[in-house]
């Protein structure tokens, strides 16, 4: 058993850091508090393969392994939670699909400029106003053939990336007898005609990274869009997922990192009671738990992310990854606040933003609800 990184991975991590350092984490109060999407440093990350992780080279992508993939966009997160979630839904569910599910020719049709940066990104469109976890019954965007195209109607919502996408992947009702077989995953190119990206959402965190309604009205598009074979794409979808569970997982740790060393910070400089902050032994015990809580979330992930890439089952290590990485977040976050004081309810210090763009952690991706669910099942060996 081997906790150490490659050379390959350390020497990854090192340039990603020294990228984040440079291009995002200066710019993500402004992001913040504009809403304003970094794309200057976005267009930058296409040469170091940050926007196609799991994209394989022939693509145009990095086609790095599953750990490197969890530690860039961990590396991210730290810098700007904003641009790190914008990042990971990009590489997990934007190009995700496309890249696992879809035939040679849509691959080499849509990935290049989706991982090059030449582009725009990559969104899934999963969630409607009636279906939220449960996506098997609750999915009412029908596509039906007509010729060689599908004509798609619906809406969905809170679809991140939407307004920034050049490509939508969405999931449909393609056969209407229901059930676990009668939904496909189809690519919408996002400037296609019926296709309507609603305003931004006005959120509690996360401004930078622009969350949208999507309507469908008599959408067409080929019907060689369809990625793999036709009604599976709720086992497609459920597969994207637990990838992207690893994603946010890692992306939790990220913002969990940002406000643990933002603590640490405070805590070295503030004086009380005639001694540093860092003297007193009830801010000393929250340091220590948070150093515990990170680096055994950071354990979690590396592992579902091993298994991942080693092609084994990861289906319940990834909602373990998720669960306790986004719920350290919510507690490291919440005691890096209470370590400033009043300050840390100041948007004068960075942790204040960073609680709240951790409040989304356990809720995108599944919520801790239905990770508990994934894993129990996992365990009892029950439906």
């Given at each position: 058993?081997?906790?150490?990184?490659?050379?390959?991975?350390?020497?990854?991590?090192?340039?990603?850091?020294?990228?984040?350092?440079?291009?995002?984490?200066?710019?993500?109060?402004?992001?913040?508090?504009?809403?304003?999407?970094?794309?200057?440093?976005?267009?930058?990350?296409?040469?170091?393969?940050?926007?196609?992780?799991?994209?394989?080279?022939?693509?145009?992508?990095?086609?790095?392994?599953?750990?490197?993939?969890?530690?860039?966009?961990?590396?991210?997160?730290?810098?700007?939670?904003?641009?790190?979630?914008?990042?990971?839904?990009?590489?997990?569910?934007?190009?995700?699909?496309?890249?696992?599910?879809?035939?040679?020719?849509?691959?080499?049709?849509?990935?290049?400029?989706?991982?090059?940066?030449?582009?725009?990104?990559?969104?899934?469109?999963?969630?409607?106003?009636?279906?939220?976890?449960?996506?098997?019954?609750?999915?009412?965007?029908?596509?039906?053939?007509?010729?060689?195209?599908?004509?798609?109607?619906?809406?969905?919502?809170?679809?991140?990336?939407?307004?920034?996408?050049?490509?939508?992947?969405?999931?449909?009702?393609?056969?209407?007898?229901?059930g676990s077989k009668s939904l496909s995953l189809i690519i919408v190119p996002a400037d296609t005609p019926g296709l309507t990206i609603g305003p931004a959402?006005?959120?509690?965190?996360?401004?930078?990274?622009?969350?949208?309604?999507?309507?469908?009205?008599?959408?067409?598009?080929?019907?060689?869009?369809?990625?793999?074979?036709?009604?599976?794409?709720?086992?497609?979808?459920?597969?994207?997922?637990?990838?992207?569970?690893?994603?946010?997982?890692?992306?939790?740790?990220?913002?969990?990192?940002?406000?643990?060393?933002?603590?640490?910070?405070?805590?070295?400089q503030r004086h009380t009671f005639g001694k540093l902050l860092a003297e007193h032994q009830a801010i000393q015990w929250m340091i220590a738990d948070a150093?515990?809580?990170?680096?055994?979330?950071?354990?979690?992930?590396?592992?579902?992310?091993?298994?991942?890439?080693?092609?084994?089952?990861?289906?319940?290590?990834?909602?373990?990854?998720?669960?306790?990485?986004?719920?350290?977040?919510?507690?490291?976050?919440?005691?890096?606040?209470?370590?400033?004081?009043?300050?840390?309810?100041?948007?004068?210090?960075?942790?204040?933003?960073?609680?709240?763009?951790?409040?989304?952690?356990?809720?995108?991706?599944?919520?801790?609800e239905i990770q508990r669910l994934v894993i129990a099942r996992n365990v009892l060996g029950v439906g």
């Amino acid at each position: 058993m081997d906790f150490q990184l490659t050379a390959e991975q350390a020497e990854f991590r090192r340039v990603v850091r020294d990228f984040v350092e440079r291009e995002i984490k200066p710019r993500a109060r402004h992001v913040d508090e504009t809403g304003e999407f970094n794309w200057a440093a976005v267009k930058k990350m296409g040469p170091i393969g940050l926007l196609g992780l799991a994209v394989p080279e022939e693509y145009g992508g990095a086609g790095v392994d599953a750990i490197s993939a969890a530690i860039a966009i961990e590396e991210i997160g730290r810098g700007c939670g904003s641009t790190g979630l914008s990042i990971s839904a990009h590489n997990g569910l934007g190009c995700g699909p496309i890249a696992l599910f879809g035939t040679e020719e849509i691959k080499r049709k849509f990935l290049p400029p989706l991982a090059s940066g030449s582009g725009k990104l990559g969104a899934l469109a999963l969630t409607e106003p009636g279906a939220g976890s449960d996506l098997a019954g609750g999915v009412r965007t029908v596509a039906k053939k007509a010729g060689d195209e599908w004509i798609i109607n619906g809406t969905k919502m809170w679809c991140t990336n939407a307004s920034l996408a050049d490509t939508i992947v969405t999931l449909c009702r393609t056969d209407k007898a229901g059930g676990s077989k009668s939904l496909s995953l189809i690519i919408v190119p996002a400037d296609t005609p019926g296709l309507t990206i609603g305003p931004a959402e006005k959120k509690m965190g996360l401004k930078g990274s622009p969350t949208h309604a999507v309507t469908y009205e008599d959408v067409r598009v080929p019907h060689e869009y369809v990625l793999g074979t036709e009604n599976y794409g709720l086992h497609q979808t459920l597969n994207v997922l637990d990838g992207g569970r690893v994603g946010i997982g890692a992306l939790a740790v990220g913002l969990a990192q940002a406000a643990y060393e933002e603590a640490i910070k405070y805590a070295k400089q503030r004086h009380t009671f005639g001694k540093l902050l860092a003297e007193h032994q009830a801010i000393q015990w929250m340091i220590a738990d948070a150093t515990t809580q990170i680096e055994a979330a950071r354990l979690l992930v590396y592992k579902a992310a091993w298994l991942k890439q080693n092609g084994k089952s990861y289906i319940k290590e990834a909602s373990m990854a998720k669960l306790f990485a986004t719920e350290v977040a919510e507690k490291v976050c919440f005691n890096a606040i209470q370590i400033h004081g009043g300050y840390g309810y100041s948007a004068e210090y960075p942790v204040e933003r960073i609680y709240r763009d951790q409040r989304l952690m356990t809720i995108g991706e599944g919520t801790s609800e239905i990770q508990r669910l994934v894993i129990a099942r996992n365990v009892l060996g029950v439906g």
